[in-house]
C-alpha cells in the first residue's frame, strides 16, 4: 500500500556530504515510520536511522551518529537523510524503508521498501 523511491545517492570524496530523499506514495504517510537502511556487496542490510511518524523521535546506529540526520516532512510525503563527514565505509545501497507498528527496529521490522539507491565514498 506504500509505494517508495530514493533518489540522492551518487559518488563523493571522503569527508564530502549528500543529502538522499525518499518520496513516499499516498496520504497516510504520517501513519507510518520510516527508516533508512543500508547494505554492502557481500554484507547484511544493517539499520541506519529511524524516524517516528511525526518526526519528534529520531534514533540512529553508533557508526553514523553524529555525522548522519534523519528528517521528514508529511506534507510533502517525504523523508530524508543528510550525510555529513562521509567515509568509505557508509560507501553502501541505502534503502528507504516504512512500518506501520513502530518506528525503529531491524529489516524484519518493516513493512515496505524502496529500490534503493547507490552511495559511493572515495578515498
Known amino acids: 500500500q506504500v509505494q517508495l523511491v530514493e533518489s540522492g545517492g551518487g559518488l563523493v570524496q571522503a569527508g564530502g556530504s549528500l543529502r538522499l530523499s525518499c518520496a513516499a506514495s499516498?496520504?497516510?504517510?504520517?501513519?507510518?515510520?520510516m527508516g533508512w537502511f543500508r547494505q554492502a556487496p557481500g554484507k547484511e542490510r544493517e539499520f541506519v536511522a529511524a524516524i517516528s511518524r511525526g518526526g519528534g523521535m529520531t534514533y540512529y546506529a553508533d557508526s553514523v551518529k553524529g555525522r548522519f540526520t534523519i528528517s521528514r516532512d508529511n506534507a510533502k510525503n517525504t523523508v530524508y537523510l543528510q550525510m555529513n563527514s562521509l567515509k568509505p565505509e557508509d560507501t553502501a545501497v541505502y534503502y528507504c524503508?516504512?512500518?506501520?507498528?513502530?518506528?525503529?527496529?531491524?529489516?524484519?521490522?518493516?513493512?515496505?521498501w524502496g529500490q534503493g539507491t547507490q552511495v559511493t565514498v572515495s578515498s
Open positions: 524503508a516504512a512500518q506501520r507498528d513502530s518506528w525503529r527496529g531491524g529489516p524484519a521490522d518493516y513493512d515496505y
Open positions: 499516498g496520504r497516510t504517510f504520517s501513519n507510518y515510520g
